[in-house]
Structure formats: structure tokens, C-alpha cells
């Protein structure tokens, strides 16, 4: 199969300094939860990258020093020469298919708490700590001598860099998180010397560091920077203006321009709020202010967008995060003409959840993410079947279509039965709502790829009964049947059902989804906290009600702060006139009313309602998995060497839990049981000697 013609020019070699990367696929910097914890984890899935065909592939954020430390975040750290083997196994990684390896070098300044290392954070300024958990700490403003300490931290971490095999060095001052950053921008750097006032002097460290940089490797290695198109923080704030005048200053300082938007939020806004090439706008025109080639990114997917952007003159290379975690092989495929099987990301954010709360980051789109080297999975392979040959997979929602894609590939023969009329799930109504369309498409690659094969069967109205599952005679049985929304408030408030006046009308999202839709004066009561509680606000709204959204929690849509989109979610909602009650729970339901109940001090308060939007928790769906296993007895006779729930019929989560439970069951098919052992492998840190 050959490749488009237009797309040919994302292919050819672009010079970086003293290197030459192979084609113009960048996977910029990203976080993924493992860093210095799980390095193994994370050199395997870089790996992976390589042979999927990036050009270049960099680490994450990699802290130089001691004093540049930001727990309770886990990224990776170059702080002595103990950190350099791990550095150096990834580096190896990286190179292994012909991409280069480079490394992003930072010292996060006013956004280093030193919560671990205990060091005074150091700014331009004296400030308060700048984090996502406004840590009650400040930081020292630095004088010479610290900035002297600075440049030699850099030079260290450069000249270890090199040895660790890196090809390219990046300097970190993007998305409010590098030192670079806060000197250029006046929101952070109030000094009145020679690093302080005119641009020119708040980007006199940055010269600095680079040519500093460039001293230490010489023509060995790439230098680039990394930079903010817009800070996004007021008057005050480094703007698209004056980064553009700082292109232009210093035209030919690095070897590469880097630049992403603003704040992380900003630059990795999810798809509800945040299209494709958002960025473009911010973009345009400064590959024209220097001969040195220009990366920028936007959630690229589209190899016809990508080339666009290229022949545009906009971008010399395409950087890509959360697309090169969705699916590794993204050049390859184009490469090879197979745009459409490309693993879209649908922006769901859940990949930054990973980095939010310290652990291993997720993919919706790409259960691999992460499990490449503790559970031996690759994204496009599987191992061939075991001993069995036939699987039932009951149920065709995200967690039932990637078992049967799994299974499929592994070389099972898979019937997949859907009780309804059309592939999805869950996802297939939720892409329905509003800003969820690009998670349709976690439907349409698990439909595209089991439709390519001749080993899998879809069956659909085919709502099988428990009789039907011991009477067809399958080998394996996977029930992944979904769940269905509590209409009786059961969440985090209520651990049993709250008092409900039948005279009120209660709904929930799967009554929107199927079109019922109240009307008047609702209440949207979120004791869920992710998306849902926003989503059915706004759809309400748009459909003529007068919304109230109601929730214990100090913020709506409280766990989004983990996909960076819950200040979109207030923005949008306030926007929209819908009424915010933050630190209130649902004590009961009247007939016309609701009762609040103040968090704090259990205070109630009535509020008027014509209806009741319940978002709170799930219930598996169905009654085929208790009926089956209360008929345990009677698997052997009917052939069945296995039966098990999956997913949200087993215990609800998000959909990418989903994606992930039926990736799991498909690879341990037929395998040996791990016993009490964790079913994975993972790094334990040797005992230094005694002190």
C-alpha cells in the first residue's frame, strides 16, 4: 500500500545543528508517571516510539539539581551521576530505530516546593511556590552567585547528557514550569539588574545557558529551547509579541525553537474545549524570524493536517504528545500508507491523570501505554493463542470491542455479541454529548480493526440470557455488558439510598443520552466529580432548562483538575448562566425542592426544582453475569473452560479502564494464573549501605 504523495514531504531528513533527524515526526517532551520511579517502564515505552518511526523522540522533564525538585510529581531526574545509567538505557532506547534521543534539562525555579530535598526554592523574584497545590512555601530571590550556581548546574547536566548518548539537549522554559521562563516573563521576574527590566535582559540568562551548553558539547549535539507562544497570565506575562521580538533577537541562538502554549492547560487542552492546531494562530509568521527550524503542536492526528502545516512554512516538525501515546506507530503508518489505522487520540486527557496523581500514566485509545515493559504488551502485537480455540464476548462497549480486537489478533475465533443495534457502548452515546465527539473514535478503531478480520463475528440484538451462553458451547466467556446510572443517589454522600419523593422527577445521564430530557428548574446533583455532572449541565442548558448544578465537592467536576480541564469546566458552565453550588450535598428530595446540606456544618437549605439530574454513581448492567456464576457448577458440562466479567460489569470506571480491562483479559487468555505475585513487574530500589 503506498502513501499519498502529500504526504511524502512529512518524510524528508531536517537538519538540527550537528544532527539530522530522519522525518519530521517530533514526539515532544511528556510526562507519563514513571520517571525516576519506574525507568525500565518508561525507557521500554520510548523504545516502542522508535519503532514506530519517530524522528525524534525526547524524555520528559528531567530536573538538574536538587533544588529543582517537585514532588509529589515523579519525573526524571539528573541530579548526580547515580541518575546517569537509567538516563543512558532510555537514551539507548530512543536511538535503537534510527530516532534521535533527546533530553529536556530544567530547573523549575518558583515552581519547585523541594517538598523532598527540603532546599530553598530559588527565582528571579521572591515569590510565593507557583504549583497546581499552592504549596505554603516561597522561594529566595536569587543573587549572582546563584545565578553563577545555576549556569554550572546546567553545565553539568549538559556535558552528563552527552555521555548518557543524548543527541539532542533541550532547555526547558515553557507552560510556567522552567527557570528560563520565569526570568523572560515580568509576572515572575520584578529584578531591577542586569537580568531584569528590558527584554533584553530578562533573556541574558538564557543566552547564557545556551551558550554554555554549546560550550560544554560542541558540535555534538543539538541544542533547543523550549518555549511558552503566549504565557496567558495578564499584562504582566510573557506574551506572543514579545516572544516573537525574542526570535527575532536572537535568531540563531539554538539549534531548534520548541514552542508550545502557555500554561499546561492551555497547551494540552482536552478535545471537549480544544480542537486540532489550536495553536496555529500563535505560530504563524516566526518561522520567518529565523533560519533555525521550528516544532509546535496541537493534538495532530491528521497526516493531511500535518503536511499542510509543513507546506504552509508554519512548522518544520510536527510535535506530537498525547498522539505519540495513542499510537506509537503514527509515522509508520502514514509511511506506509495506513493512515486509517492510525490510533486517534480523542484528547480525553486521561494520560496526564498518570503524571496528576503519581502514578503510571493511562491511554484510553492505547492500553499498552505503560505496560510495555511491566507486562511485555506492544501496542500492535499480541502472542498467538493458547490452547483454545473460541471466546464468547458478551457485550460490544469499549471494553467488549477491544477483547474481541485482542482475541482477534491473538488468533481466536470470536463471536461478539451486542444486545443492540450498533457497535460502541457507552462511548457511542457519550460522543453524542457535548465536546465528546473525538471519543467516538475509541468506537470506530476497535470497529475499523475487527472488521479487517475474519476470525471475528459481531452478532447484534442479540440481548443473550444466561441459558443462551450454556447452551451455545464456547470454550471462553467474557461478559462485558456496561453499567447503567443509579437513579437513587448511592455515591460518596449517600452510602445508601437518599429520600426521594416519588412526586419529583429524577433522571439520570442514561435518560438524557436516550433522549428523555427534563424541563424547568433542574437540579444536576454531581457526586461523581469527573466529566458527567459538567456534560449534562451544559446539555440541559441546551435544551431550554434553568440548571443548578449541586455538589459536596470544592470544585465542579472536581477530579478534571487531573485532565486539566476543570477551570474550562467552570468557565464554560458560568458562560452558560447555569448556577455553581460548590460545598453542598443532597440531604433529600421533596416534591417540589431540593434539600441542600452544607459539607462543612450540615446547615440545610430548600432550592426549588422542577426536576432532579442524578450523577452520582453505576450499577453493573443486567443480571447475565450473577446468573451465570450462580450456575457455576454447570460450566464444565456446557464446554466452558472460563467465564468471567469485565470492566463496568465487573466494577465501573472510566472508559479508559475499560479499554484497558478488555486488553488484559485478551492477553492472559490461556496463560498462567500469577498466583498471589503482582502480575506485572516493577523496579524495587537496592538498600544503599548503611550509614
Same mark, same amino acid.
Given at each position: 500500500?503506498?502513501?499519498?504523495a502529500a504526504?511524502d514531504i512529512?518524510?524528508?531528513p531536517?537538519?538540527?545543528?550537528p544532527?539530522?533527524?530522519?522525518?519530521?515526526?517530533?514526539?515532544v517532551?511528556?510526562?507519563?508517571? $514513571?520517571?525516576?520511579? %519506574?525507568p525500565?517502564?518508561?525507557a521500554?515505552?520510548?523504545r516502542?516510539?522508535?519503532?514506530g518511526?519517530?524522528g525524534? #523522540?525526547?524524555t520528559?522533564q528531567?530536573?538538574?539539581?536538587?533544588?529543582?525538585?517537585i514532588?509529589?510529581?515523579?519525573e526524571?531526574?539528573?541530579?548526580?551521576?547515580?541518575?546517569?545509567p537509567a538516563?543512558?538505557?532510555?537514551?539507548?532506547?530512543?536511538?535503537?530505530?534510527?530516532a534521535?534521543?533527546g533530553i529536556?534539562?530544567?530547573?523549575?525555579g518558583v515552581?519547585?516546593p523541594?517538598?523532598?530535598?527540603?532546599?530553598?526554592?530559588?527565582?528571579?523574584?521572591?515569590?510565593?511556590? /507557583?504549583?497546581?497545590?499552592?504549596?505554603?512555601?516561597?522561594?529566595?530571590?536569587?543573587?549572582?552567585?546563584?545565578?553563577r550556581?545555576l549556569r554550572?548546574?546546567?553545565r553539568t547536566?549538559?556535558r552528563?547528557?552527552?555521555?548518557?548518548?543524548f543527541d539532542?539537549?533541550?532547555?526547558?522554559?515553557?507552560?510556567?514550569f522552567g527557570?528560563i521562563?520565569?526570568?523572560l516573563?515580568?509576572?515572575?521576574n520584578?529584578r531591577? !539588574?542586569?537580568?531584569?527590566?528590558?527584554?533584553?535582559n530578562?533573556?541574558?540568562?538564557?543566552?547564557e545557558?545556551?551558550e554554555?551548553?554549546?560550550?560544554?558539547?560542541?558540535?555534538?549535539?543539538?541544542i +533547543?529551547l523550549?518555549?511558552?507562544? =503566549?504565557?496567558?497570565?495578564?499584562?504582566l506575562?510573557?506574551?506572543n509579541?514579545?516572544?516573537? !521580538?525574542? #526570535?527575532?533577537?536572537?535568531?540563531?541562538l539554538p539549534?531548534?525553537? %520548541? *514552542?508550545?502554549?502557555?500554561?499546561?492547560?492551555?497547551? +494540552?487542552?482536552?478535545?471537549?474545549?480544544? $480542537?486540532?492546531a489550536a495553536?496555529e494562530?500563535?505560530?504563524?509568521g516566526?518561522?520567518?524570524?529565523?533560519?533555525?527550524?521550528?516544532?509546535g503542536?496541537?493534538?495532530?492526528?491528521?497526516?493531511?493536517?500535518?503536511?499542510?502545516?509543513?507546506?504552509?512554512?508554519i512548522l518544520?516538525?510536527?510535535?506530537?504528545?498525547?498522539?505519540s501515546?495513542?499510537d506509537?506507530?503514527?509515522p509508520?503508518k502514514?509511511?506506509?500508507?495506513r493512515?486509517?489505522?492510525?490510533?486517534e487520540?480523542?484528547?480525553?486527557?486521561i &494520560?496526564?491523570t498518570?503524571?496528576m496523581t503519581?502514578s503510571?500514566?493511562?491511554?484510553?485509545?492505547?492500553?499498552?501505554?505503560m505496560?510495555e515493559?511491566?507486562?511485555?504488551?506492544?501496542?500492535?502485537?499480541?502472542?498467538?493463542?493458547?490452547?483454545?480455540?473460541?471466546?464468547?464476548?458478551?457485550?460490544?462497549?469499549p471494553?467488549?470491542l477491544?477483547?474481541?480486537?485482542?482475541? $482477534?489478533? /491473538?488468533?481466536y475465533?470470536?463471536?461478539?455479541?451486542?444486545?443492540?443495534?450498533?457497535l460502541g457502548?457507552?462511548?457511542?452515546r457519550e460522543?453524542r454529548?457535548?465536546?465528546?465527539a473525538?471519543?467516538?473514535?475509541v468506537? !470506530?478503531?476497535?470497529?475499523?480493526?475487527?472488521?479487517?478480520?475474519?476470525n471475528?463475528s459481531?452478532?447484534?440484538d442479540?440481548?443473550?440470557?444466561?441459558? %443462551?451462553?450454556?447452551?451455545?458451547g464456547?470454550e471462553?466467556?467474557?461478559?462485558?455488558t456496561g453499567?447503567?446510572w443509579?437513579?437513587d443517589?448511592?455515591?460518596r454522600q449517600?452510602v445508601?439510598p437518599?429520600?426521594?419523593?416519588?412526586?419529583?422527577?429524577?433522571?439520570?445521564? =442514561?435518560d438524557a443520552?436516550?433522549?428523555? *430530557?427534563p +424541563?424547568?428548574?433542574?437540579v444536576?446533583?454531581d457526586?461523581d466529580?469527573?466529566?458527567?455532572?459538567?456534560v449534562?449541565?451544559?446539555l440541559?442548558v441546551?435544551a431550554? &432548562?434553568?440548571v443548578?448544578?449541586v455538589?459536596p465537592?470544592?470544585?465542579?467536576?472536581d477530579?478534571t483538575?487531573?485532565?486539566?480541564?476543570?477551570?474550562g469546566?467552570? /468557565?464554560?458552565?458560568?458562560?452558560? $448562566?447555569?448556577?455553581?453550588?460548590?460545598?453542598r450535598?443532597?440531604a /433529600?428530595i421533596?416534591?417540589?425542592?431540593?434539600?441542600?446540606? &452544607?459539607?462543612?456544618?450540615?446547615?440545610e437549605?430548600a432550592l426549588?426544582a422542577d426536576?432532579?439530574m442524578?450523577?452520582?454513581?453505576?450499577s453493573?448492567?443486567g443480571?447475565l453475569?450473577?446468573e451465570l456464576?450462580?450456575r457455576?457448577?454447570e460450566?464444565a458440562?456446557a464446554?466452558?473452560?472460563?467465564?468471567?466479567? #469485565?470492566a !463496568?460489569?465487573?466494577a465501573?470506571?472510566?472508559i479508559?479502564?475499560?479499554?484497558?480491562?478488555?486488553q488484559?483479559?485478551?492477553?492472559?487468555? %490461556?496463560?498462567?494464573a500469577?498466583g498471589?505475585?503482582p502480575?506485572?513487574?516493577?523496579e524495587?530500589?537496592?538498600?544503599?549501605?548503611p550509614a
Amino acid at each position: 500500500m503506498s502513501r499519498p504523495a502529500a504526504h511524502d514531504i512529512l518524510f524528508e531528513p531536517v537538519q538540527i545543528g550537528p544532527v539530522t533527524a530522519k522525518n519530521r515526526f517530533f514526539q515532544v517532551p511528556h510526562c507519563n508517571g $514513571g520517571g525516576y520511579r %519506574d525507568p525500565s517502564a518508561v525507557a521500554e515505552m520510548r523504545r516502542v516510539k522508535a519503532e514506530g518511526g519517530w524522528g525524534v #523522540i525526547f524524555t520528559e522533564q528531567v530536573e538538574i539539581h536538587h533544588s529543582a525538585e517537585i514532588t509529589p510529581w515523579i519525573e526524571l531526574r539528573l541530579w548526580e551521576e547515580g541518575d546517569m545509567p537509567a538516563l543512558a538505557r532510555m537514551a539507548e532506547a530512543m536511538k535503537s530505530h534510527g530516532a534521535l534521543a533527546g533530553i529536556e534539562l530544567v530547573h523549575p525555579g518558583v515552581n519547585a516546593p523541594n517538598l523532598y530535598s527540603r532546599a530553598v526554592p530559588l527565582a528571579p523574584t521572591a515569590l510565593p511556590i /507557583r504549583t497546581f497545590t499552592n504549596d505554603p512555601v516561597q522561594a529566595r530571590a536569587m543573587d549572582r552567585e546563584d545565578i553563577r550556581d545555576l549556569r554550572r548546574w546546567h553545565r553539568t547536566a549538559v556535558r552528563r547528557a552527552k555521555a548518557c548518548g543524548f543527541d539532542l539537549v533541550c532547555l526547558y522554559g515553557a507552560h510556567g514550569f522552567g527557570i528560563i521562563q520565569h526570568f523572560l516573563s515580568r509576572a515572575t521576574n520584578q529584578r531591577g !539588574d542586569a537580568y531584569g527590566g528590558s527584554l533584553e535582559n530578562r533573556s541574558r540568562l538564557l543566552r547564557e545557558l545556551v551558550e554554555d551548553a554549546r560550550e560544554e558539547i560542541g558540535d555534538t549535539c543539538g541544542i +533547543s529551547l523550549r518555549l511558552s507562544l =503566549d504565557e496567558v497570565v495578564g499584562d504582566l506575562g510573557f506574551s506572543n509579541a514579545e516572544l516573537r !521580538d525574542l #526570535i527575532e533577537m536572537h535568531a540563531e541562538l539554538p539549534d531548534l525553537w %520548541d *514552542l508550545a502554549h502557555g500554561s499546561w492547560e492551555e497547551c +494540552s487542552g482536552p478535545s471537549r474545549f480544544t $480542537g486540532e492546531a489550536a495553536q496555529e494562530g500563535l505560530v504563524t509568521g516566526i518561522r520567518a524570524l529565523t533560519p533555525k527550524p521550528v516544532v509546535g503542536v496541537g493534538r495532530f492526528t491528521s497526516p493531511d493536517e500535518m503536511a499542510r502545516q509543513v507546506r504552509a512554512g508554519i512548522l518544520d516538525f510536527i510535535g506530537c504528545a498525547r498522539p505519540s501515546i495513542a499510537d506509537p506507530f503514527l509515522p509508520k503508518k502514514v509511511e506506509e500508507g495506513r493512515s486509517d489505522e492510525i490510533r486517534e487520540c480523542i484528547g480525553c486527557n486521561i &494520560c496526564v491523570t498518570g503524571d496528576m496523581t503519581a502514578s503510571l500514566s493511562r491511554c484510553t485509545q492505547n492500553p499498552a501505554f505503560m505496560e510495555e515493559w511491566r507486562r511485555g504488551w506492544h501496542p500492535e502485537r499480541a502472542p498467538a493463542r493458547g490452547a483454545s480455540r473460541n471466546v464468547l464476548v458478551v457485550g460490544a462497549g469499549p471494553a467488549g470491542l477491544e477483547a474481541a480486537r485482542v482475541l $482477534g489478533l /491473538r488468533g481466536y475465533e470470536v463471536a461478539l455479541a451486542e444486545a443492540g443495534t450498533a457497535l460502541g457502548g457507552r462511548v457511542a452515546r457519550e460522543c453524542r454529548l457535548p465536546g465528546l465527539a473525538a471519543w467516538g473514535r475509541v468506537r !470506530d478503531y476497535r470497529a475499523a480493526a475487527i472488521g479487517r478480520m475474519p476470525n471475528v463475528s459481531v452478532y447484534f440484538d442479540s440481548a443473550l440470557t444466561a441459558d %443462551d451462553v450454556l447452551e451455545f458451547g464456547f470454550e471462553h466467556v467474557c461478559i462485558a455488558t456496561g453499567a447503567v446510572w443509579r437513579a437513587d443517589g448511592v455515591a460518596r454522600q449517600h452510602v445508601v439510598p437518599m429520600p426521594v419523593d416519588p412526586a419529583m422527577p429524577v433522571f439520570t445521564p =442514561d435518560d438524557a443520552m436516550a433522549g428523555r *430530557l427534563p +424541563s424547568g428548574r433542574v437540579v444536576v446533583y454531581d457526586d461523581d466529580h469527573y466529566y458527567m455532572g459538567g456534560v449534562m449541565a451544559e446539555l440541559l442548558v441546551q435544551a431550554g &432548562c434553568t440548571v443548578t448544578l449541586v455538589t459536596p465537592a470544592a470544585r465542579v467536576s472536581d477530579w478534571t483538575w487531573n485532565t486539566l480541564e476543570q477551570a474550562g469546566v467552570h /468557565r464554560r458552565l458560568a458562560g452558560l $448562566g447555569v448556577e455553581i453550588v460548590l460545598n453542598r450535598g443532597v440531604a /433529600r428530595i421533596r416534591a417540589d425542592h431540593v434539600v441542600t446540606s &452544607c459539607t462543612y456544618t450540615g446547615a440545610e437549605a430548600a432550592l426549588p426544582a422542577d426536576a432532579v439530574m442524578m450523577v452520582g454513581s453505576r450499577s453493573p448492567a443486567g443480571t447475565l453475569w450473577p446468573e451465570l456464576k450462580a450456575r457455576q457448577a454447570e460450566w464444565a458440562a456446557a464446554g466452558i473452560r472460563s467465564l468471567r466479567a #469485565i470492566a !463496568d460489569a465487573e466494577a465501573p470506571g472510566p472508559i479508559a479502564w475499560a479499554t484497558w480491562a478488555g486488553q488484559n483479559y485478551a492477553r492472559a487468555l %490461556d496463560g498462567e494464573a500469577p498466583g498471589d505475585a503482582p502480575p506485572f513487574r516493577r523496579e524495587i530500589a537496592a538498600l544503599a549501605p548503611p550509614a
